[in-house]
């Protein structure tokens, strides 16, 4: 056999067959995440922030088996969100940031949303969704499931950077009208709608979603000093009346739970609701062709909205341009935030 000449690699052997590899590391990525959401739950990120500690002592502070600890402590090493040196375990840059609970940045949050046990329970069907076409999940209503209740909780951090993002679209514009109605449809948090409140005095916001969920708002509308602002509609976006008219008419996150039908309907009503000059913001994954989304970020999310809801997708931008033109409305412009998987779509009535 030939030897490797010294101070040289092996070459690959472009013939070779490929290894199964990736697909060992795709089937871990559940347990994975399984192994982050519970050093979230067990507060072991918190137990670290004041410096480096053994097993033994994380195990005394977050009040569980010192050989169980030891083997989450060792696992979360693997997945980088913690180093060793000898005994003892500390946080990376990554988790001492996003994983300590009560810091400004704290982002553990997501991991309420994104392995939640309804999405599990879900994934665990996806075949049999496949087959039937739709999520076949048992629960009273699916729409009013209380995941959206934990989502609305849970969501906070992405709201801000979403909103933050679309009043800097939106500032010139808003500030220029002379009233500022904004109409929050499935507001979930309510957080999109209370920061536009408080980035523009003149806004008047209300929020929309089913009754359970609403409410979620109201602490951070009176931290935000908007509660005056903020009027609550309880209801399904498809039938309640929206009252109005408004200024603008936000759709942050909503129409990937529809099917194109209901999301041709939720978009005519949201058009009817406007003032004269008033605009749709829709805020959504919008995967411009096939090679836009490079890490399958949007067509995973898609397979979670196939699993929870009964006609829900992604839709791309050509999808989205038809659905908003059925409905009366031409989109103004695109834009991709920084940092985040969705884009936002501006859109006014076709006069
Ligand atoms: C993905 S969340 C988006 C929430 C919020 N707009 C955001 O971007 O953070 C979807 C929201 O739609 C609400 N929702 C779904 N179907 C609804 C319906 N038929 N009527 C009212 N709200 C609905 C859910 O309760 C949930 O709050």
């Given at each position: 056999m030939p030897r490797n000449e010294p101070g040289t690699a092996a070459r690959p052997d472009a013939t070779a067959p490929p290894a199964p590899t990736p697909i060992l590391k795709i089937l871990n990525g559940v347990h994975k995440s399984a192994v982050l959401r519970a050093g979230i739950q067990l507060h072991v990120f918190d137990a670290l922030v004041t410096g480096p500690c053994t097993a033994r002592t994380v195990a005394l502070s977050i009040e569980a088996d010192e050989r169980a600890t030891r083997i989450l402590l060792d696992a979360l090493t693997g997945i980088d969100m913690l180093d060793r040196t000898g005994n003892e375990y500390r946080l990376t840059p990554v988790s001492e940031r996003?994983?300590?609970?009560?810091?400004?940045?704290?982002?553990?949050?997501a991991a309420r949303i994104q392995t939640h046990d309804y999405l599990w329970e879900g994934d665990r069907r996806l075949a049999d969704a496949v087959r039937a076409g739709g999520s076949v999940l048992a629960s009273e209503s699916k729409d009013e499931h209380p995941f959206w209740r934990e989502f609305a909780q849970a969501s906070g951090q992405f709201a801000v950077q979403g909103a933050r993002f679309t009043a800097g679209l939106l500032g010139p514009w808003a500030v220029s009208r002379p009233e500022l109605d904004i109409l929050d449809l499935?507001?979930?948090?309510?957080l999109y709608g209370c920061l536009l409140a408080a980035e523009f005095p003149a806004a008047r916001v209300t929020l929309l979603d089913w009754p359970d969920v609403l409410g979620t708002h109201r602490a951070a509308a009176q931290r935000l000093r908007v509660a005056d602002r903020v009027t609550e509609l309880s209801g399904d976006?498809?039938?309640a009346p929206y009252g109005g008219p408004y200024d603008l008419v936000l759709l942050n996150?909503?129409?990937?739970?529809?099917?194109e039908r209901r999301c041709v309907e939720l978009l005519t009503r949201a058009a009817e609701a406007l003032k004269p000059g008033g605009r749709v913001v829709v805020q959504d994954f919008v995967?411009?062709?096939?090679?836009?989304?490079p890490e399958g970020v949007a067509r995973i999310f898609s397979v979670l909205m196939l699993i929870i809801t009964a006609e829900g997708q992604v839709y791309d931008g050509d999808q989205m341009q038809d659905m908003l033109a059925a409905a009366g409305l031409s989109i103004v412009s695109r834009h991709e935030a920084p940092h985040m998987p969705t884009s936002v779509l501006l859109a006014e009535r076709v006069v």
């Open positions: 996003y994983l300590v609970f009560g810091k400004d940045t704290y982002f553990g949050d499935a507001a979930g948090s309510g976006v498809l039938t996150n909503v129409l990937h739970n529809f099917g995967p411009g062709g096939p090679d836009t989304d």
